[in-house]
Structure formats: structure tokens, C-alpha cells
């Protein structure tokens, strides 16, 4: 299974909600990652999660919470956010080198949850 | 910023001629990746080079770097209707942070 899943597909909340977002992966890899990308952008890497731990957080504003239950899930927790953080948020996941760093692996990417905030 | 620029943005060909993506990065790395995008979707990886390496293939594509220029081309041979989507090139700025050029939007007219 070289499959990453993520649900919602679509995602439209208020600034005032709170809302989730999920990925999993059944790859064994233990490098997980959220990226944000606005339209007609490249990706930007927002969190690193690395054997279940926080690994790289890009100075994202705290109105996005990142969780990490397992080895196979990832989840993105939402609230207060605002307009400008409409976008596709994308998850990934890659294996991990024996010294730690995803140097020579590539990453393996879910759909996407296309998220708008109104 | 980010780490690779590419160029062109935009692309469009006829099915059936060939495609050349041109990438430039800043720093010294170890591997170079690309990666492909149909709209809105997510990003499908297509080939990883390594900095020790100057021409690889896979099925239609061909990779090259040239790490004294700092540069990398990706070429899609004999192109389908179905190559149309974004590419993207990506350098690691450090462990695990993949840096994404700024991509080529292609299109391939039937």
C-alpha cells in the first residue's frame, strides 16, 4: 500500500470554528509532514514529524495545532483561523535514514484537503 | 526563499513533441527530486538524482544536473495529453525540509 489518505476532501469553516484535519499512511514510514500551498504556488512545508515527534515547525501561527497519535496518523487542528489561510493543505510521509533525516527518500504525498475559510 | 527557480512558468505543446523544464537551486545539495502535480491534487514523485549523478532515466523522462551550474532539466519525451499537470523541482534545505521550486505549469493540446 503506497497510499496517503486524507480526509476531508473539502473543508469550508467560519473563522470562529474548529475543525480537523487527518492523514494516514500504512507505509511504515516514520517521517510525516504538513504542507501548505496556495494556488498556483509550491508547497510550503509547515511541520516535520519525525518517529512520532515534533521534528520542524516553520513558525506556523499557533491557530494550527499539529498531532502526531501514532506512527500511521497525523492530524492538523484548526481554529480561529482566517481567510488568507484558505488553501490546499497537503500531508506526506517518507521513510527516515538510520542517523535520523529523510535526505535520500522521496516523499509520498496525499490528495490534498482543499480548505476554505469564510 | 525559495531554494529553486524554474523556468518557463508556463508550457504548451503539442502531444507527441517533447518537454524541457529547467530547474536552478542556491546551495550545495545532495540529491535533486521532481515531482509531478495534476490541478489541485497531490504531488506524485517522478525521479530523484543524486548530486554524484549527471543523467537519469525513467521510462519517458530524462533528468540531468549540472551541480557547477547548480541547474537540473527534466525532459518529457514524446508527451501525451495526460502529461499536462505542474512540475516541480525540490532540493532538502536540511533534514527532511524539502524546498520546492516555483514549477512549470505544462499543458499538452491533443
Known amino acids: 500500500d503506497t497510499e496517503v489518505t486524507q480526509t476531508p476532501k473539502h473543508l469550508v469553516m467560519g473563522m470562529t470554528n474548529k475543525k480537523s484535519l487527518k492523514c494516514e499512511q500504512h507505509m511504515g514510514h516514520r517521517a510525516m509532514y504538513w504542507y501548505k500551498q496556495k494556488a498556483k504556488k509550491p508547497p510550503e512545508l509547515m511541520f516535520v514529524?519525525?518517529?512520532?515527534?515534533?521534528?520542524i515547525n516553520e513558525s506556523v501561527p499557533s491557530r494550527f495545532s499539529p498531532e502526531c497519535p501514532n506512527s500511521s496518523l497525523l492530524n492538523l487542528h484548526l481554529h480561529a483561523l482566517q481567510p488568507e489561510d484558505s488553501a490546499l493543505y497537503l500531508c506526506a510521509s517518507s521513510q527516515v535514514t538510520g542517523s535520523g533525516g529523510s535526505i535520500s527518500y522521496e516523499q509520498y504525498f496525499g490528495p490534498g484537503t482543499r480548505l476554505t475559510v469564510t | 526563499s525559495q531554494q529553486g527557480e524554474e523556468d518557463p512558468q508556463a508550457l504548451s505543446i503539442q502531444e507527441g513533441e517533447n518537454a524541457t523544464m529547467n530547474c536552478s537551486y542556491k546551495t550545495s545539495i545532495n540529491n535533486l527530486q521532481w515531482y509531478r502535480q495534476n490541478s489541485g491534487r497531490g504531488l506524485v514523485h517522478l525521479i530523484l538524482i543524486r548530486s554524484n549523478e549527471r543523467e537519469k532515466h525513467s521510462g519517458r523522462l530524462r533528468v540531468t544536473l549540472d551541480t557547477s551550474k547548480k541547474s537540473s532539466s527534466l525532459l518529457i519525451t514524446a508527451s501525451r495529453a495526460a502529461d499536462t499537470a505542474s512540475y516541480f523541482c525540490?532540493?532538502?534545505?536540511?533534514?527532511?525540509?524539502?524546498?520546492f521550486g516555483s514549477g512549470t505549469r505544462l499543458l499538452v493540446r491533443p
Open positions: 514529524y519525525s518517529y512520532e515527534k515534533l521534528s
Open positions: 525540490a532540493t532538502l534545505a536540511s533534514s527532511y525540509k524539502l524546498i
